[in-house]
């Protein structure tokens, strides 16, 4: 691809703008020399003011959720997109995030521009565990996990049974929920049906990957070793 659609499929102006970017010298090597438009280089030898150009399309970010933001792209208030470099909003392939967590869920959320790499993750058949932790109001029954396990536990207004969940308990009132789908408001909605109710909610692993040490809000893009790690089993103890 010309340098300079990719660079303008990476949201950081028209085709016009990144082309004026060339003539006024900002688009260089890693030695600062500049760049012209038909020039051959690895993408990772390109950079706009001194920066490293963003990631090419096939990417896959993490980001801790922080609690109060939306994953919608439309909504009037604080937005998980507001917290990425705004050229990220016009990238082209455009990057959406992979299943959605609530408002006041926190915790690990990915965004990819790879619909293929989307569906892989998010689709029921391909078993990529989404580990939640929870706080609770009431006291664990004691018998949710055999519940969650069955594969026979409706919710509300739905005509398919869950997929075996697996409950472990961490505290009488916290546990750790692995799921292998993403409904409606899952996590909530299964809680409520044993006659509990979800105070705090986070996703710490999305297969084998986890936050790290990401803070609330923090972001940053995985490399191809650690997009496999999303298939893995989980690690969390
Ligand atoms: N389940 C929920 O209830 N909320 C989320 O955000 C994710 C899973």
């Given at each position: 691809m010309k340098l300079v659609k990719l660079i303008a499929n990476l949201g950081y102006g028209s085709r016009k703008d990144v082309a004026l970017m060339f003539r006024e010298g900002r688009i260089t090597d890693p030695d600062g020399e500049v760049l012209y438009a038909d020039d051959k280089v690895p993408h990772e030898h390109i950079r706009v003011d001194d920066e490293p150009l963003d990631p090419p399309a096939g990417l896959?970010?993490?980001?801790?959720?922080?609690?109060?933001?939306?994953?919608?792209?439309?909504?009037?208030?604080?937005?998980?997109?507001?917290?990425?470099?705004?050229?990220?909003?016009?990238?082209?392939?455009?990057?959406?995030?992979?299943?959605?967590?609530?408002?006041?869920?926190?915790?690990?959320?990915?965004?990819?521009?790879?619909?293929?790499?989307?569906?892989?993750?998010?689709?029921?058949?391909?078993?990529?565990?989404?580990?939640?932790?929870?706080?609770?109001?009431?006291?664990?029954?004691?018998?949710?996990?055999?519940?969650?396990?069955?594969?026979?536990?409706?919710?509300?207004?739905?005509?398919?049974?869950?997929?075996?969940?697996?409950?472990?308990?961490?505290?009488?009132?916290?546990?750790?929920?692995?799921l292998t789908e993403g409904r409606y408001h899952q996590v909530r909605r299964m809680f409520a049906a044993v006659g509990n109710h979800v105070e705090t909610l986070t996703r710490v692993a999305v297969g084998g990957l986890t936050l790290g040490d990401l803070a609330p809000g923090e972001w940053r893009a995985l490399s191809a070793h650690e997009i496999s790690r999303v298939f893995d089993a989980p690690a969390v103890d």
């Amino acid at each position: 691809m010309k340098l300079v659609k990719l660079i303008a499929n990476l949201g950081y102006g028209s085709r016009k703008d990144v082309a004026l970017m060339f003539r006024e010298g900002r688009i260089t090597d890693p030695d600062g020399e500049v760049l012209y438009a038909d020039d051959k280089v690895p993408h990772e030898h390109i950079r706009v003011d001194d920066e490293p150009l963003d990631p090419p399309a096939g990417l896959l970010l993490v980001m801790n959720k922080p609690l109060g933001a939306t994953c919608s792209r439309k909504d009037q208030g604080r937005v998980v997109y507001d917290l990425l470099p705004p050229r990220y909003r016009v990238r082209d392939p455009a990057l959406s995030t992979v299943g959605r967590l609530d408002r006041d869920t926190s915790g690990l959320l990915l965004f990819t521009d790879d619909g293929a790499l989307l569906h892989r993750i998010i689709s029921p058949k391909a078993q990529v565990a989404k580990v939640y932790e929870a706080t609770l109001a009431h006291d664990l029954r004691g018998d949710e996990a055999a519940l969650f396990a069955s594969g026979t536990m409706m919710l509300e207004s739905e005509t398919d049974p869950l997929e075996p969940a697996v409950l472990q308990v961490l505290a009488p009132r916290r546990a750790r929920l692995t799921l292998t789908e993403g409904r409606y408001h899952q996590v909530r909605r299964m809680f409520a049906a044993v006659g509990n109710h979800v105070e705090t909610l986070t996703r710490v692993a999305v297969g084998g990957l986890t936050l790290g040490d990401l803070a609330p809000g923090e972001w940053r893009a995985l490399s191809a070793h650690e997009i496999s790690r999303v298939f893995d089993a989980p690690a969390v103890d």
